[in-house]
């Protein structure tokens, strides 16, 4: 897959932890995400636990009590001078919410609500929803246990997201203390002493940044891939959504290369067939080095070659396409060419992203839809003696894209997820598309 998750560490080690400033592109996330809810949705499946499900519960909240890194909460500086910190949490409510008991089919028309809201950054950057005795939940007999991690992208990629999933439903996570909080007249004063430094700073950005262009301009330097033209999915979602899960054997996949490869392929092949549309391409998120922004990925358009009926042969071209965008991605003049807001003092940005007017219909996409992957690790995962089954996420929708899909696994399970809104897809056509996927990672 794209991602994997990382070892189980915390972000910085507890003497860098005293203070933890935003960086500008979370921030920036943040006060986009009223305009574009954004929020990740972690979903991971165990069977029934044999212990109550209040004693579970008892213990995740023993857990994430001794994870500093999610006892934190988002402090705007005064007047907004400068970009907001995460600062240790010192409120008590629970973070932990029990929904009612259902199906399957149920929960997941709970979660396609739930998908369409954000956490409050200014209490918790998270938020864990409980479904306890699940019936009728894939890869398995009985009733299952869903949770699932809600989280906000200006706090965590997806990634992280899966990483902390991880350290909390598994219980390894080394106990830290969270960050401290400066006085608001603190945050002023550092704010004013940081101001006189930014503008030189952003002019040798801007410097950097236009040799940096000149770089990915060498032929030596991969090309991106061609805007493509809209489709019906691509244009405003509207507020609400609705989420479905497929779930497979990873082997069901990799019979024509990675996970990654096979849902791309599979993908391509169920979108062509219910749009009729050959040229078509999927923004994909690509890992690259941590800094010290909490999102590592860059997105990058791949052709999905459609026209190309073999899926082989179509496989091959998808893998090529995205090995030489993953280049291109991760070559040392794109992660100088991003840098540019580094240093824009913060009410300059935060004027310029209240003002990015999201109506403006471009003529092409990067991708008609959005395929985000991330392997979630060994199915090792156990709740209350509760095997996990399965685990799924759901990218979010924005002005241009109307449809997305996770690749999610873990162990030899994965799982395809398909987000869009009932606004742009309805129920008789969403469940035809679903159909339309099931055949393609048939027919791999």
């Known amino acids: 897959m794209i991602h994997s998750y990382p070892p189980r560490t915390c972000l910085r080690r507890q003497a860098d932890c005293d203070l933890v400033q935003m960086h500008p592109s979370d921030a920036r996330r943040e006060w986009l995400g009223d305009r574009i809810p954004g929020d990740l949705f972690a979903l991971y499946c165990f069977d029934a636990p044999a212990t109550p499900v209040a004693d579970v519960l008892d213990e995740l909240r023993s857990r994430a009590a001794v994870m500093g890194e999610l006892q934190v909460r988002m402090v705007e500086v005064p007047a907004g001078l400068d970009y907001p910190y995460w600062a240790a949490h010192t409120q008590a409510e629970d973070r932990f919410v029990v929904h009612e008991s259902g199906s399957y089919e149920q929960m997941l028309v709970a979660l396609s609500g739930l998908v369409a809201t954000r956490v409050d950054v200014t209490v918790s950057p998270w938020r864990l929803h409980v479904f306890p005795h699940v019936t009728g939940a894939p890869r398995g007999n009985g009733p299952a246990l869903v949770v699932v991690l809600q989280m906000s992208h200006a706090f965590a990629d997806g990634v992280r997201t899966s990483a902390l999933a991880r350290d909390l439903l598994a219980g390894t996570a080394t106990p830290t203390t969270p960050p401290r909080a400066l006085s608001p007249a603190g945050m002023l004063t550092r704010a004013v002493l940081r101001l006189p430094f930014s503008i030189p700073r952003v002019i040798a950005d801007g410097r950097r940044s236009v040799d940096a262009a000149r770089q990915l301009a060498d032929p030596s330097v991969p090309p991106p ?9 691509n244009t405003a979602p509207g507020p609400r959504r609705t989420v479905r899960t497929l779930v497979f054997d990873s082997a069901a996949l990799r019979s024509v290369g990675t996970v990654t490869i096979g849902a791309l392929t599979a993908i391509g092949a169920a979108l ?6 050959d040229e078509l391409s999927a923004e994909v998120p690509v890992a690259v080095e941590p800094g010290t922004a909490r999102n ?13 009926r073999d899926p082989h042969a179509r496989a091959a071209a998808i893998a090529a396409d995205l090995a030489l965008q993953r280049i291109r ?13 580094d240093h824009v003092p913060a009410p300059l940005l935060r004027f310029g992203t209240d003002r990015l007017d999201l109506s403006v219909v471009p003529p092409t996409v990067t991708g008609n839809t959005v395929v985000s992957s991330v392997y979630r690790g060994p199915a090792d995962l156990e709740l209350g003696g509760g095997r996990v089954r399965f685990t799924s996420g759901f990218p979010g929708l924005s002005p241009m894209q109307a449809l997305t899909h996770g690749v999610h696994g873990i162990g030899d399970t994965v799982t395809l997820s398909v987000t869009t809104s009932p606004d742009v897809l309805d129920a008789a056509g969403l469940a035809r598309y679903v159909s339309l996927l099931h055949e393609a990672v048939a027919s791999l």
């Open 225 to 233: 891939t061609p805007g493509r033209p809209l489709v019906a999915v």
């Open 329 to 341: 991605a991760r070559h040392p003049a794109m992660a100088i060419r991003v840098r540019t807001d």
């Open 272 to 277: 062509s067939q219910f749009l009729g549309v």
């Open 296 to 308: 590592s990925y860059r997105n990058v358009g791949v052709d999905l070659h459609c026209a190309i």
